[in-house]
């Protein structure tokens, strides 16, 4: 045999090969038992001789059939080896940021579909998926058109309906949103997510027998969806059925332990059904938990203002036992736990004001912000505060790093900064004075990153706290030069965090918007939050929960102060009664 016949003869079987391993990947790792294919595809995994792009397909594939029976860690596993295995295959980045996403890790996941996106731009599930992790962020504005988008791509993607609906019904649209569950359904009547959602749906517009018979009929196809569950909770309590609506959440909370909207409901429903203890615990637990999404924060708002209110006042466990037994014999009822008088605790606040801009002219509130809230600060206890005003790069600098010392050992670390910030590629970053920043690429060099802070704070034992009023209009964003090989997008406004631990930033105006000035001396954020900071007993998430009211109802829902983070399940007050 020839050198010439011996090479086609071997090319002509690595392509059988190829051709075998592919045919594997798509009929065994495609059945309709997921237990079998995450099996097969496994079993494909294992072989030799696979080709990068049919490997990072393989892991794809596991990868959704992971998702599907809500293994998410593993599913995201997956989508890390199949971007591995071929870093321009889209598919890896879909998966991977599908995972992210109902981790409720919504910036990487954002950043995965872009990428999908980017590299195939008829990847309609990447678009459709993407809808979804912007609406959970709050991007409602970004989230309508991906998911119109998904629809063009492909009008019979049934998840993009459901998607879309989802943002009909956040934005009150009911009619629209329930036109698109039962598109969803039309493609697919066993399509159960779109039954529980249009089931959520009905039930919130007061149509509770059609919206449970969606539910069960959800549940009959997928017994596994735990919001579905919360729904039907919702419609047994609707018609005073509240041993049946326990039983749900209970079931719900079982699927998903990080439920915090489940735990909220069930923590208001015992209290309803004179069971204080439980319900505490079930509050408590929820503040403790990551909001994955608004109604989840809400769910926390109200969490923490029910158990604001229980330690103003006795709830017996039972009023029933109460009644019959002589006060000597009951046992104490039990009590949130909250944080002891500021006597007993260590609290630092830094507070820094930047007005005189040397470059780009002179802001009018941010000094005076400043002062007030470092007046509220005081006249909340606080005794250990650092102002600074008009503090170029190395002054602010040297403060933080002074801040960071202070608060190595404090109970409460507290950062208020009002002045210009802004954010490029996705990071934050706080302006000093004299920062030119006339090139994107020196925005390192001139500008103190968000994440600097947070670090000097996170050394405090209980409440790690940044409060930015730094949203305004910015003129350093109109005037830098992009950096010839920059990908990096320079954003309105701040963006969104999804800070790690027991932390707390709050925004004077939601990410990718901007903050008013106002007309007096202050602005309607430093006003709303000197008002509502020094309240007694106020938990400190109902509290930014009011300064959100105060300052929507004055600016006409011009603005929407917003918080990111959780710091666990104490309640955490800037001031306490005496006890």
Known sequence: MSRWTLLVSLCVLAACLAGSAQAELTVECKSSDRDVAI????????????????????????????????RFDEALADGNHAIQADPRYDGGYAVRGTAY????????????????????????????????????????????????????????LVSTYNNRGLYFANVQQHDRALADYARALEINPMYAVALANRGRTLVEMGQVERGMADVQRALEIDPQIATAYRTRAEGHLKRAEQERALADLMRAIELDPVFVEAYVDRGELYLKMNQQTPAIEDLRKSLGLPARRLKERNAQVRAAALLTSLTQKKVPANPIIEASTPASQQPPASAPKFTASLASERRVALVIGNSAYAHVGTLKNPANDARTIASALKRSGFTDIMEHYDVGLLPMAAALKEFGDRAANADWAVIYFAGHGIEIGGVAYLIPIDAKIEKDSHIADEAVPLDRMLQKAESAKKLRLVILDACRNNPFATRMARSGSSTRSIGQGLPALEPEGDVLVAYATKHGTTAMDGEGENSPYALALAQNLPAPDIDVRVMFGRVRDTVRKTTNNKQEPYTYGSVGGDLLFFVASAR
């Not at 496994?42 to 892991?59: P, Y």
């Open 39 to 70: 099996a097969a595809c496994t079993k494909f995994l294992l072989r030799g001789g696979i080709s990068a792009r049919d490997r990072a397909a393989a892991h794809e594939r596991r990868g959704w059939l992971l998702l599907a029976k809500r």
């Open 101 to 156: 996403s109902r981790l409720g890790r919504f910036e990487p996941s954002i950043k995965d579909f872009s990428r999908a996106i980017e590299l195939n731009p008829t990847n309609a599930v990447a678009f459709s998926n993407r809808c979804l992790s912007y609406l959970y962020r709050e991007e409602a504005d970004r989230a309508f058109p991906d998911c119109n988008r998904a629809v063009e791509l492909n009008p019979k």
